[in-house]
């Protein structure tokens, strides 16, 4: 029993201890977060973007066949 207190002591010591990293580098992971979130919306851009150009591909190539 003891040997199993002391692993849940030490998976609590593990916590804390990635907590206080957390708290006192908090900007580390917000800039983290907000580079994901700059990469998201980068890729939504650029969707977008692939579909409109897709559209714009297809009334050229219907334009083409008409005349």
């Known amino acids: ?3 199993v207190w002391s692993v849940v002591a030490f998976i609590g010591e593990a916590i804390e201890a990635i907590f206080g990293y957390v708290e006192h580098h908090h900007w580390l992971f917000a ?3 907000g ?3 700059f990469y998201l ?7 977008r973007f ?3 150009d897709k559209r714009v ?3 050229r190539r219907r ?5």
């Open 1 to 3: 029993m003891e040997f």
């Open 63 to 67: 334009l083409a066949i008409e005349y």
């Open 57 to 59: 591909d297809e009334i």
């Open 41 to 47: 919306h980068d890729r939504s851009v650029h969707a």
């Open 50 to 52: 692939d579909a409109l």
């Open 31 to 33: 800039l983290l977060a």
């Open 35 to 37: 580079g994901y979130v």
